[in-house]
């Protein structure tokens, strides 16, 4: 079964400073991944997708970056974090089941910008 | 991508039955209907899939109607480990599972 690990989960950043959240997934290969974001009271926000090792997308515009150096690593990052980045990060595979659009998430990592 | 919409809240009691109901009208003809719960400071967790009539698992059952513009979930017996927001998507299988999750319903269960 798959296991996606994310560190930190907690971390308070003040605004203008860089930003790194890593997500390891263990159990599958060559995995589909995905970045999310939750703001409070809302609903999730999908930030980036990756089908390979250097392979991203973004799907909207912002403050934030994505890599993927490893098969089974995906990292958010940001240079200067603003306020607006406050959020719940979520980092997500495919489940690999039968079901279609069956995604499995990691813990997440809740940021706060002061 | 189907946009969807349901009530932002429900409130129950334990033991009862409780049917979210999530509207999509502008529902393609490949896309599935995915139902997600999410608990606070979680992810959110995939609890049953459909793409017509009705489906059921151990955990719920999901109700389509013929014309596939609207969908049901219905919770069996709710206890308090229920409340939780309840999510409905609409998307196909193909490509990138680029999922869309509106504000969902909160769902709170009361002794």
């Known amino acids: 079964s798959q296991t996606i690990h994310q560190w930190p989960a907690t971390l308070v950043q003040p605004v203008g400073s860089p930003l790194s959240l890593e997500c390891t997934v263990e159990?599958?290969?060559?995995?589909?991944l995905y970045w999310y974001r939750q703001a409070a009271g809302r609903g999730l926000q999908l930030l980036f997708y990756s089908v390979g090792i250097g392979q991203i997308s973004s799907e909207v515009p912002q403050n934030l970056s994505a890599s993927r150096p490893q098969d089974r690593q995906f990292i958010l990052s940001s240079k200067k974090l603003l306020l607006s980045d406050s959020g719940f990060y979520l980092c997500?595979?495919?489940?690999?089941?039968?079901?279609?659009?069956?995604?499995?998430f990691g813990p997440g990592t809740r940021l706060t910008v002061l | 991508l189907a946009k969807t919409t349901q009530p932002i809240s429900m409130d129950s009691y334990e033991g009862q039955e409780v049917n979210i109901t999530c509207s999509h009208n502008n529902i393609a003809t490949n896309d599935y209907i995915t139902w997600y719960q999410q608990f606070p400071s979680q992810g959110p967790r995939f609890i049953i899939q459909g793409y017509k009539t009705k489906v059921t698992n151990e955990v719920a059952s999901l109700f389509i109607p013929a014309d596939r513009k609207s969908s049901t979930l219905s919770l069996p017996r709710v206890s308090l480990s229920d409340t939780a927001v309840y999510y409905c998507l609409v998307g196909d299988r193909g490509g990138f599972q680029k999922l869309v999750f509106g504000t969902g319903t909160r769902l709170l269960v009361s002794p």
């Open positions: 997500a595979t495919e489940a690999g089941g039968l079901s279609y659009n069956e995604q499995f």
């Open positions: 159990g599958t290969s060559n995995p589909n």
